[in-house]
């Protein structure tokens, strides 16, 4: 896939697939929309105290770098577990500015996730572990990973990718759900909605970030 460096409306820069037609955050705004929809709406509500993330789509890696500047300042021992297929290029990062945009330890912070090796649980921060599995969704075995407390769902749209949005998929991650998990998507389409319905959880509409009217949270009842 050859990916194209563009800037959003913050200033901050994501990655397009001419191909695909598709950008790996929103035009609005990239750092905003994670901010939005992932911190705000997912990380932060949750209240486990140590909770375990689990992202689908690593992509550039900006939802990791977000949710590790917010576990570390609010001393939230954090594990992060990200999927991705396709990693972006070590020269494709460097072309994002996301820490340099936030402050000098959030630079560092985003160069120590991408220097991480993959398929190892590492450290990085007193607060925060990741894993990076390099890994097809589609054929993950999740009974490989802990029960999670926040699932990410960052995958390119239901359009793109439809084989990431299966409704056996979302059984699945509520299968390793604990109780009180949540679920965030960018995405508002009323079949993606049903389809965490028929699979257990219970979904609402929220309002979208810049540029999107609505999102949507799930959660694993108790």
């Known amino acids: 896939m050859q990916r194209k460096i563009i800037e959003t409306g913050d200033g901050s820069k994501t990655l397009f697939i001419a191909e695909m037609d598709e950008q790996y955050h929103s035009v609005n705004g990239a750092i905003t929309e994670s901010e939005f ?36 300042k609010t001393h939230r021992k954090t594990t992060y577990i990200t999927l991705e297929k396709f990693p972006v290029k070590p020269e494709e990062i460097q072309q994002l500015n996301y820490g340099s945009l936030i402050s000098e330890q959030a630079e560092k912070i985003y160069s120590a996730l991408h220097k991480k090796e993959w398929n190892l649980k ?26 999670v407390d926040v699932v ?17 998929i979302f059984r699945k991650l509520f299968s390793i759900s604990n109780q009180n998990a949540n679920l965030v998507t960018y995405s508002a389409k009323g079949e993606i909605r049903r389809r965490m319905e028929r699979s257990g959880y219970i979904s609402e509409r929220l309002p979208g970030p810049p540029g999107k009217r609505q999102m949507l949270r799930a959660t694993r009842p108790e």
């Open 152 to 168: 990410y769902f960052d995958a390119f749209g239901p359009d793109k990718q439809p084989e990431m949005w299966d409704e056996e």
């Open 37 to 72: 929809v992932y911190l705000n709406n997912g990380f932060r509500h949750n209240q486990a105290p140590n909770p375990i993330v689990l992202e689908i789509g690593f992509g550039t890696g900006l939802n990791a770098l977000l949710t590790a500047i917010e576990a570390e």
């Open 122 to 147: 590492s450290k990085i921060s007193p607060y925060f572990d990741i894993l990076k599995l390099k890994t097809d969704l589609t054929q993950f075995d999740f009974n490989d990973i802990p029960t």
